[in-house]
């Protein structure tokens, strides 16, 4: 027969808990932006603000996700002055934008139909530098189903 495993008490488990002073977490809201109708990914000035980027330097390599056809992914990573292949961050009225339209129609991205917002999520690239992930999310909700139905075949209860 097979020992169990046991997870023991200490006594300190038996008194009554004391309550420690728990400092508020600040809670951070996500930090969004949108693909314009023309192709733009634009980005508030807050988000940008929020994500702590340097609007000076405003040079970034855009890329997805390596085998996939549809773009669910966006992936910008900050590159120095003078290197070759990428996109300029512009500065608009209350926001910025890195103008992407042939890419993200090739990608599948419908923008001039489709409103797309993303999440900002910071990740780690190589040698210290931070990437940022952008996952699209679609405001449309998906097109109801009118297909067959699937599974068994319901049995027929009429009486002959």
């Given amino acids: 027969m ?10 300190d ?12 977490v600040v809670k951070t809201s996500p930090v969004t932006g949108y693909i314009s109708s ?7 000035s807050k988000s940008i603000a929020q994500l702590g980027l340097d ?10 996700q390596d085998g ?20 300029e961050l512009v500065q608009g009225a209350k926001s910025y934008a890195i103008s992407l339209p042939f890419i993200l129609q090739k990608g599948g991205i419908d923008f001039a139909e489709t409103k797309y917002n993303f999440l900002v999520k910071p ?6 530098v931070t990437g940022y992930e ?8 998906k097109p109801e189903y009118t297909g067959k139905p699937r599974g068994r075949k319901k049995l027929s209860t009429s009486a002959e």
Avoid at 134 to 139: I, M
């Fill in 134 to 141: 952008l996952k699209l999310t679609n405001e449309n909700p």
């Fill in 68 to 87: 996939k056809r549809k773009i669910k992914s966006l992936y910008l990573i900050p590159s120095g002055e003078g290197e070759e292949q990428t996109f």
């Fill in 38 to 44: 023309t192709g733009k990914l634009v980005f508030p």
């Fill in 13 to 24: 488990e038996n008194s009554e808990a004391k309550k420690k002073d728990e400092k508020p």
């Fill in 55 to 64: 609007p000076t330097n405003n040079q970034f390599k855009v890329g997805t």
């Fill in 123 to 128: 990740f780690d690239y190589e040698d210290g």
């Fill in 2 to 11: 097979k020992a169990k495993q046991i997870r023991f008490f200490s006594p």
